[in-house]
Nanobody
Framework: QVQVLESGGGLVQAGGSLRLSCAASGRTFSSLTMGWFRQAIGKEREFVASISRRGGSRYYQDYVKDRFTISRDNAKNTMYLQMNSLKPEDTAVYYC?????????????????WGQGTQVTVSS
């Protein structure tokens, strides 16, 4: 069983930055493909970014790829999402997702392990 826990959400003004963290346990971290998803009120959960097991491949939703950076530190069992130039449209609950031994993926159905989410609110 894999446990994931997000942190780092909060309230920020438009144009500001936040860094989300996701700590995972229960399996060797380098065996986990990791991803970030988000869900705004009244909308379906959507893909944000994902990173391969050793961090060599990264994939972004088009809307965020020039503003957000996904990374991981396998020695610390932690994944990050650096979010810059935040916009009110980025307001959502951000979820960390993990899956064992899969290729990098943007599909929600590929991930079995999910965190509880962390709220990001961007004020205008």
């Amino acid at each position: 069983q894999v446990q994931v826990l997000e942190s780092g959400g909060g309230l920020v003004q438009a144009g500001g930055s936040l860094r989300l963290s996701c700590a995972a346990s229960g399996r060797t971290f380098s065996s986990l493909t990791m991803g970030w998803f988000r869900q705004a009120i009244g909308k379906e959960r959507e893909f944000v970014a994902s990173i391969s097991r050793r961090g060599g491949s990264r994939y972004y939703q088009d809307y965020v790829k020039d503003r957000f950076t996904i990374s991981r530190d396998n020695a610390k069992n932690t994944m990050y999402l650096q979010m810059n130039s935040l916009k009110p449209e980025d307001t959502a609950v951000y979820y960390c997702a993990a899956e064992l031994n899969i290729s990098i993926s943007s599909r929600e159905s590929d991930y079995h392990y999910w965190g509880q989410g962390t709220q990001v609110t961007v004020s205008s």
